[in-house]
């Protein structure tokens, strides 16, 4: 059974840093393309950025590029946000999304999705 659990959500002032994890089980990781979305109320839910199975393509929504960073640890079965500059916008549900054939921008496209953790930025 595949999981992917979240963590590191919580609140933050707006120009602070925030790290979320995603740990991965029941899945070949190195195989898995992973990515993070964030779906804010009232919104549709978002690319924030998604990372191929190597680790070595990398696709960035629009809103975060310059600010936030993606990577994997293979060892750990573990994906990272690093989130930096955070802005009130930022705020939103945050989770974590696996699929298997290639890195996708689109949310319909994956197959496997964590809980979520919510991020709030404070102005």
């Known amino acids: 059974q595949v999981q992917l659990v979240e963590s590191g959500g919580g609140l933050v002032q707006a120009g602070g840093s925030m790290r979320l994890s995603c740990a991965a089980s029941?899945?070949?990781?190195?195989?898995?393309?992973m990515a993070w979305f964030r779906q804010a109320p009232g919104k549709e839910r978002e690319i924030v950025v998604a990372?191929?199975?190597?680790?070595?393509?990398?696709i960035y929504g629009d809103s975060v590029k310059g600010r936030f960073t993606i990577s994997r640890d293979f060892a750990k079965r573990t994906v990272y946000l690093e989130m930096n500059s955070l802005k009130p916008e930022d705020t939103a549900v945050y989770s974590c999304?696996?699929?298997?054939?290639?890195?996708?921008?689109?949310?319909?496209?994956?197959?496997?999705w964590g809980q979520g953790t919510q991020v709030t930025v404070s102005s």
């Open positions: 029941g899945l070949t990781f190195n195989t898995a393309a």
């Open positions: 999304a696996a699929r298997f054939i290639g890195v996708s921008r689109r949310p319909t496209e994956y197959d496997y």
């Open positions: 990372i191929s199975s190597s680790g070595g393509s990398t």
